[in-house]
Every structure is written in C-alpha cells, then in structure tokens.
Nanobody, 125 residues
Framework: QVQLVESGGGLVQAGGSLRLSCAASERTLSTYAMGWFRQAPGKEREFVAAIDWNGNNLYYTDSVKGRFTISRDNAKITVYLRMNSLKPEDTAVYYC??????????????????WGQGTQVTVSS
C-alpha cells in the first residue's frame, strides 16, 4: 500500500522559513508527479505546487510564487517544499499528493487517492 508521510511543519513567525518533506513508501512514485496542497480552517483544500517526475517542470499557485520552491530527490523518493517569507495567511495543514500527471494535480485531481496525512504549518504575526 502506498504511503506518503509528511514532516517539517511547525510554528514560525511571519517572515520565517520552513521546509516540508514528503517521503513515499513505494519506489514507483519516483515516476509520478508530486504536489503539495493546503487546507486552512474553514476553507477548502487548495493546490500549492507541483513537480513532474524528473523535476523539469514546476508549477505554483500565484500566492506562493517567488516564496515557495518545490523540489524532489527521486533516489530518496522524497519531495520537498521550501517555504520562505511566510505569512499568517499561509497557516494551514499541508498535504502532499502523487499522481501520474501534474495537470491533474493542478486541477486538484489525485488518482488512486495518494495523499499524505498532513502536517500543520502555523505562521504567527
């Protein structure tokens, strides 16, 4: 059974940085597009960033462009989200996900229900 395990969340002051990690349990996911989503209290889950299987194509939602960077290490079957210049509005539970295509991730579609359990990011003002 495929598992995605996030780590790296926490409490940080506005302007600070965090790096989230998402480790996959199956090596086949090194051939999948990977993405990050977030869900703030009272809001729907939203797309944050995605990376294709070889790291050549990156996608971001507008609100995080220039502040967040997605990357991956296929040898470790791990995807990362470096978050700089954090703002209180970035506060949310962050989830990683895997799918065969970045286009589906960007549309919020995650085939096979490959989701992590989430990690909390709280940015204080």
């Amino acid at each position: 059974q495929v598992q995605l395990v996030e780590s790296g969340g926490g409490l940080v002051q506005a302007g600070g940085s965090l790096r989230l990690s998402c480790a996959a349990s199956e090596r086949t996911l090194s051939t999948y597009a990977m993405g990050w989503f977030r869900q703030a209290p009272g809001k729907e889950r939203e797309f944050v960033a995605a990376i294709d299987w070889n790291g050549n194509n990156l996608y971001y939602t507008d609100s995080v462009k220039g502040r967040f960077t997605i990357s991956r290490d296929n040898a470790k079957i791990t995807v990362y989200l470096r978050m700089n210049s954090l703002k209180p509005e970035d506060t949310a539970v962050y989830y990683c996900a895997a799918d065969g295509r970045t286009s589906r991730l960007r549309a919020g579609i995650v085939s096979h229900d490959y989701w992590g359990q989430g990690t909390q990011v709280t940015v204080s003002s």
